[in-house]
């Protein structure tokens, strides 16, 4: 058996029928945060120029010289060495 209702849907009795409806309002907008301390400054890289003159020496002879301790632990085969750095008497892998 039909029921028409205002002549636009036709449906069955004991039928489910799903309602899809638009909201209007909803949650409330959340407050804007208020920061107490200015935002912390990020480290950047400075270039510094003739930066490998502080690694190795060269005598009049024209003989080069290492200023630093290369690391012991460090494979040797590789592209790039690591330097020892000397902070007060001591030495650390940096």
Same mark, same amino acid.
């Given at each position: 058996?039909?029921?028409?209702? #205002?002549?636009?849907?036709?449906?069955? /009795?004991?039928?489910?029928? =799903? @309602?899809?409806?638009?909201?209007?309002?909803? &949650?409330? +907008?959340?407050?804007?945060?208020?920061?107490?301390?200015?935002?912390?400054?990020?480290?950047? #890289?400075?270039?510094?120029?003739?930066? /490998?003159?502080?690694?190795? =020496? @060269?005598?009049?002879?024209?003989?080069?010289? &290492?200023? +630093?301790?290369?690391?012991?632990?460090?494979?040797?085969?590789?592209?790039?060495?690591?330097?020892?750095?000397?902070?007060?008497?001591?030495?650390?892998?940096?």
């Amino acid at each position: 058996m039909k029921i028409s209702i #205002h002549n636009r849907v036709n449906c069955l /009795l004991e039928s489910c029928i =799903n @309602v899809v409806m638009r909201l209007l309002g909803g &949650k409330k +907008k959340r407050k804007k945060k208020v920061y107490t301390k200015p935002k912390k400054i990020g480290h950047k #890289h400075k270039k510094r120029p003739k930066a /490998l003159l502080e690694y190795f =020496n @060269v005598d009049n002879t024209g003989k080069i010289s &290492k200023i +630093k301790i290369e690391c012991e632990k460090c494979p040797a085969g590789k592209k790039t060495t690591f330097f020892m750095m000397l902070i007060f008497i001591r030495y650390l892998y940096g």
